[in-house]
């Protein structure tokens, strides 16, 4: 990562996460999440199946309150502007129209002046390579080009904090790769980036820090050298190796 931009701090982070966690019904989900989420890195969170990463992602989206524990940004997001966070799923939802169309909805969502529109859509479609595709209907495309249309109108939101939940999970390498160069230059264009993954090689090439996530806690958090080079727990040490993790299975 370009050093220039390390320990930057964006106006809502760092984002405070204190004794979160979620219960529903009789099920605890999550428990105990201490995290600060500071603007100076990619955050990649890891784990098993159903370890808990999209509630975490959802929960500091707000898209779920926690039940236990609370979250604290810098400055409440909400006083800012109107989209300082954008999150991007598995599977983008994308509106029944043009690929512009969609980037266009955003804007407007977003109530950006009418006349730097037209600039933001050439731009958002320039950096996620769909120029080209601008007038065709943004559910027929390929799953990778879906995922990029997804990531442009992130991108014509221009959030502070984009936060992505397996975003590459049905691209083959190539799209992969693509994927990982607009998340790079969000980056470096200031974004912080929270993203779940399963794709230990895509962790190493991105991670600012890893948070190993196991049945609802934290397992393990490190930066991506000192995680990939000796991870400290016996989950992550399990979790690198494939092997499943059986003690202490209770949260
Ligand atoms: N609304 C809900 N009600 C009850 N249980 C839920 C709910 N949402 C998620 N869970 C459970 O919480 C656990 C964590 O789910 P989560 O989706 O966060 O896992 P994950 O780490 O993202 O897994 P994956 O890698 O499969 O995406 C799972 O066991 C899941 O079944
Ligand atoms: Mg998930």
Partial sequence: MDPAVAGRVTSVLPLKLSGVG?????????????????????????????????????????LIPPTAGRLQWHRPARAKRPCVQAMVFQ??????????????????AGRIAKSETGRAVQQALAMSRLTDMASRPARQLSGGEQQRV????????????????????YLD??????????ITAFYDAGTKIIMATHDIAQARRLAGE?????????????????????????????????????RGNSI
């Fill in 91 to 108: 599977r983008p939802v994308l509106l029944r129209r043009s690929v512009e169309q969609n980037i266009r909805h955003v804007l407007k």
């Fill in 210 to 246: 890893i948070i190993l996530m196991h049945q609802g806690k934290i397992a393990e958090c490190a930066g991506g050298h000192e995680f990939f080079g000796g991870p400290c727990s016996d989950q992550a040490r399990a979790f690198l190796e494939g092997r499943l993790w059986t």
């Fill in 173 to 182: 390498p190539a799209a992969t790769l693509e994927v990982e160069q607009i």
């Fill in 22 to 62: 979620l219960t529903i019904g009789q099920h605890t989900l999550l428990k105990d999440i201490h995290h600060t989420f500071t603007g100076s890195s990619i955050s990649v969170v890891m784990g098993h199946n159903g370890a808990g990463k999209t509630l975490l992602l959802k929960i500091c989206h707000g």
């Fill in 150 to 169: 997804a990531l442009a109108r992130a991108w014509a939101a221009r959030p502070e904090v984009l936060i992505l939940d397996e975003p590459c999970t």
